[in-house]
């Protein structure tokens, strides 16, 4: 079964970098994912698709402090020079023969 | 530019019926699937199903099948999620959303009130 896992909560300091982990299941290493960010009450944004070699596509717009590796079957979002604005949940996502899976997200707060 | 534009929030009573729509715009709407993800308030984004305008192939998560349809019109770019008879506990933010592509409809309130 096709799960992915994420830490519900994280925290760093304003200036420092962070490093948030989404675990495939077993057996799913070679997905690709996508990450997406929530600030506090508004929609989501798409930050990039991740694919299991650590290549990733980042969306319009996205900074350059948002960056994409990849090992084994974990995938991790690194935000460097965090802001205040970076507080947020984020949420990892991938795509299966006629189904999306969902992370429970990691709420992230910048200190 | 990419755009997926939803309908307005709606304040409906329990048992009424409810259409909101996603309109997609800047890409070829019929070559990637839509999704539409619930979120309730303070909880996480919960995937319901997806459909590929193309040829309106449609699949659901198992726990929204029965629930909702899902539909589309590609002649004119357009998603759509029906409810046949809302429940209280449909209250939620509703959006559409191209993750491949890596966009996201505004979403839609819906408030179920009696």
């Known amino acids: 079964q096709l799960v992915l896992t994420q830490s519900p909560s994280a925290s760093a300091s304003l200036g420092a970098s962070v490093k948030l982990t989404c675990t495939l299941s077993s057996g799913h290493s070679s997905y690709t994912i996508a990450w997406h960010q929530q600030q506090p009450d508004k929609g989501p944004r798409s930050l990039m698709n991740?694919?299991?070699?650590?290549?990733?596509s980042k969306g319009d717009g996205i900074p350059d402090r948002f960056s994409g590796s990849s090992s084994g079957a974990e995938r991790y979002l690194t935000i460097s020079s965090l802001q205040s604005e970076d507080e947020a949940d984020y949420y990892c996502q991938t795509w299966d023969t006629g189904k999306w899976v969902f992370g429970g997200g990691t709420k992230l707060t910048v200190l | 530019e990419v755009q997926l534009v939803q309908s307005g929030a709606e304040v409906k009573k329990p048992g009424e019926s409810l259409k909101i729509s996603c309109k997609g715009s800047?890409?070829?709407?019929?070559?990637?699937?839509i999704g539409w993800v619930r979120q309730m308030p303070g909880k996480g984004l919960e995937w319901m199903g997806i459909?590929?305008?193309?040829?309106?192939?449609?699949r659901y998560s198992p726990s929204f099948q029965g629930q909702v349809t899902i539909s589309a019109d590609k002649s004119i770019s357009t998603a759509y999620l029906q409810w046949s008879s809302l429940k209280a506990s449909d209250t939620a933010m509703y959006y559409c959303?191209?993750?491949?592509?890596?966009?996201w409809g505004q979403g839609t309130l819906v408030t179920v009130s009696s």
């Open positions: 800047g890409y070829s709407f019929t070559s990637y699937w």
């Open positions: 959303a191209n993750t491949v592509l890596g966009y």
């Open positions: 459909i590929y305008p193309g040829d309106s192939d449609t």
């Open positions: 991740l694919n299991s070699d650590g290549s990733h």
